[in-house]
Each structure stands twice: as structure tokens, then as C-alpha cells.
């Protein structure tokens, strides 16, 4: 077993503070990770404050992962020391199930997660980015360019694969009009890749200091989502709006804005429900509202290459790990241009 050292939360209402735990030796299908780039997701702010009720503590938090190979098990062919590779969401699925088999381990009944999730080499629950170093077996690690700075690829683990896979889902292209609801991590990069499929992509936001940033990033229109005249001028009007908002509300707003056989499709997972929308407003359109969970691994993959061919990335600010706190503070103002990444430099390593 190694040493490490990470920042974990101990209580649902706790701040996160340093913590010491230790990572598995390898097994030979085993690639282990000195962690360089962990971005923060509103999802990690859901899980520390125990907003999905699934919480076990202490919590390590991060699945936005990128770091460098500093060891391989002796059946490990694809990677080797000195590799920039990223880490997700995922770290384990059965592999054998119909959504492991269609390359969507995502939907796997035993899908481990990076974090929070059952370890069963422990038997205890796992930790994830937030940390110096991780283990994870070789089919969840994944390769990353050079190319791109690895800090401003780290969210793209999460925030790019989750809004990437809905826009393939839903053959997001050319001639198409697309709506983008909220402009934190995930809108950001729905933006870029609804734009880089040649969309004409509109930015639905509730923040009017964000319009000169969304067209810088590609989107077409701004619309301020508070502004019931602004709404009325886009009525049934777009084919898809991906919704990244981690708040309930009203999505009535949504649904009457699609064109007939449009999808509303749900990525962001408030802690409260949504008020349950008109049906309405579907029957008449044969509308549909949707939702998507990140992406497998062949396609988080697929988004990483593509960025790369692209020069894609976020757009990040980077954060010295004693920061975390303060970090997830602004985060729920929105105030975040546009993902927190912790640089794991900052970390003390534990002494040999
Ligand atoms: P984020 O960076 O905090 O961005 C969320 C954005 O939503 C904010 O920047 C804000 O944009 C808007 N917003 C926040 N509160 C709002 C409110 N009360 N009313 C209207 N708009 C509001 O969060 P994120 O990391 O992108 O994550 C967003 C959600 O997706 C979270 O619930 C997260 O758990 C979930 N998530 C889901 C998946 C999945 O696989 N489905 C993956 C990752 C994350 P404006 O200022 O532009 O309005
Ligand atoms: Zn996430
Ligand atoms: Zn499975």
C-alpha cells in the first residue's frame, strides 16, 4: 500500500480539510497515476453536501482527473511510465452486461464510480482526485494528448464527455438551432462542441454578465432566461436544448421553445425536484424531455481525440488545493470562469 495524501470532507456540513488514506499496490491490470489536474464539478459540491443522500464519509472528492503513468501491472501493454493519461467518472463495471457490452458502462447496475462509490478491493468507499495519486484498473484510464494543457484538459473527464455524448445522442449538426441552459463547467463546454458540430447554438443564461463570454465561446444568441419577452421571441423554435442548470425550475420555459419533435435533454441533478412540467406542451409537439448520463469510455476517448484535433479545452482557473473551499463557494454564486482546476502541486506529499 502507498501513502497519500488528499483534502477530504468528513461531514456533510463540514469544510473539506487535509487527510491521509492509502492507495492498493498494483495488481498486474493496474496502471497507477500521480494525479497533476483534478477539475471541480458542481457534482463533487451535490456529494460533499450530501444533496443525493448516497454520501459515505470521509469523502474524497474529483473525477476530473488528469496525471501522469508512474507504474504499470505486468499485463498493461497501453500504457507505460511518463504517459499523460486522464481518469473520469468511472473506474470499474462488471464488463460483461448488455450497457458494458454497447460500450455505455456508464448505465452498468455496477458501474464503480471514482469516488464514493464501493472499492471492493477495501470493501470501504472509494477516493477519488482531490488527492496525489490514484490506482485504477487499465480500461478506465485513457490516453491524453500533448497537444493540449493538461490543467485545461482535466474537465473535460466530466463536463466535456456529458454534454459531448448528447449532442452525438442527438445528431447535433449543421442547420440544426441549439439552446444551451446555463453557463457554469458544463455550458461552457456545450457551447464549444454544439458550435464546433455547426450548430447555431443559443446560451440561455441568468447571469447578463455572461453574454460577452458566450459569444467568445461560440455561442450565436444570448438570451437572458429571466426575460419572459426574450423567451417568447425563440417559441418553438429550436431542435434540441441541452440544460446544464443544478437548480430546480420550471421547464415549461424549455419545452415551449422546441419545435415539434424536439428534445429538452437533462444533464444538470438538483438536489429538488423540478416542478413536473405540462404535458401539454409535449403532446402538441410530440416534444420530448430526456436525460443523459456522462459517456463510456470509447466515447470519452472519441471526445478527447476530437478535442485534440480541434484544440479544444476549457476554460479554467486554476486553484492552489487549500483553496477548495472558497472555490466551491463561488461556484454556487456562479461565479466560476468557467471550472475550478486544483493544481496538485500545491498538495504536501506524504514524507517516504
Ligand atoms: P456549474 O458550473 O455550477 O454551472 C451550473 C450553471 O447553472 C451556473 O453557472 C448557472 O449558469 C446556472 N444556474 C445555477 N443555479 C441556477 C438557478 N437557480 N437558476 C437558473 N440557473 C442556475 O455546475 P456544473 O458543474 O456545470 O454542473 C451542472 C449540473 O450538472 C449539476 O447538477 C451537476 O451535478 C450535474 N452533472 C451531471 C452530469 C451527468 O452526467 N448528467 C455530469 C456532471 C454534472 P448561469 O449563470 O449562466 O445562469
Ligand atoms: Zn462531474
Ligand atoms: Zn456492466
Avoid at 440544426?176 to 454544439?194: E, N, P, Q, S, T
Avoid at 426574450?230 to 429550436?238: T, V, Y
Avoid at 429538488?272 to 443523459?292: C, D, E, T, V, Y
Avoid at 466551491?328 to 506524504?350: C, G, N, Q, T, W
Wanted: hydrophobic content about 35%; aromatic content about 8%; glycine content about 10%.
Amino acid at each position: 500500500m502507498q501513502k497519500t495524501n488528499g483534502y477530504a470532507a468528513h461531514t456533510h456540513d463540514s469544510p473539506l480539510v487535509p487527510f491521509s488514506f492509502e492507495r492498493r499496490d498494483l495488481i498486474p491490470t493496474d496502471v497507477r497515476i500521480e494525479i497533476l489536474f483534478c477539475g471541480i464539478c458542481h457534482s463533487d459540491i451535490h456529494q460533499v453536501r450530501n444533496e443525493w443522500g448516497n454520501s459515505v464519509f470521509p469523502m474524497v472528492p474529483g473525477h476530473e482527473i488528469v496525471g501522469r503513468v508512474t507504474e504499470v501491472g505486468s499485463e498493461v501493454t497501453a500504457f507505460k511510465p511518463g504517459d499523460t493519461v486522464g481518469v473520469g467518472c468511472m473506474v470499474d463495471s462488471c464488463r460483461v452486461c448488455p450497457d458494458c457490452q454497447d460500450n455505455l458502462e456508464q448505465f452498468c447496475d455496477n458501474a464503480v464510480f471514482t469516488y464514493n462509490s464501493l472499492d471492493k478491493y477495501t470493501g470501504g468507499s472509494n477516493y477519488g482526485g482531490y488527492s496525489g495519486q490514484i490506482v485504477v484498473n487499465r480500461d478506465f484510464v485513457l490516453h491524453v494528448s500533448d497537444k493540449l494543457d493538461p490543467a485545461a484538459v482535466a474537465p473535460l473527464l466530466c463536463a466535456g464527455i456529458t454534454t459531448y455524448s448528447p449532442l452525438k445522442q442527438w445528431k447535433v449538426g449543421k442547420g440544426d438551432k441549439v439552446g444551451i441552459v446555463g453557463l457554469g463547467g458544463l455550458g461552457h463546454m456545450g457551447i464549444k462542441f454544439a458550435h464546433a458540430f455547426g450548430a447555431h447554438v443559443v446560451l440561455f443564461t441568468t447571469t447578463p454578465g455572461k453574454t460577452e463570454d458566450a459569444k467568445r465561446l461560440g455561442a450565436d444568441e444570448v438570451v437572458i432566461s429571466k426575460d419572459p419577452d426574450e423567451m417568447q421571441r425563440h417559441l418553438a423554435s429550436f431542435d434540441f436544448i441541452l440544460n446544464t442548470v443544478a437548480a430546480p425550475h420550471n421547464l415549461d420555459n424549455y419545452t415551449a421553445l422546441l419545435k415539434r419533435d424536439g428534445t429538452l435533454c437533462l444533464v444538470g441533478l438538483p438536489d429538488q425536484p423540478h416542478p413536473s412540467p405540462s404535458i401539454g406542451n409535449l403532446i402538441f409537439k410530440r416534444r420530448s424531455i430526456a436525460g443523459s448520463l456522462i459517456g463510456g469510455l470509447k466515447e470519452t476517448q472519441e471526445m478527447l481525440d476530437f478535442c485534440a484535433e480541434h484544440a479544444i479545452t476549457s476554460d479554467i482557473e486554476i486553484i492552489p488545493i487549500q483553496q477548495v473551499n472558497e472555490a466551491y463557494e463561488r461556484m454556487l454564486k456562479s461565479d466560476v470562469k468557467y471550472r475550478f482546476v486544483i493544481d496538485l502541486a500545491s498538495l504536501e506529499r506524504p514524507v517516504e
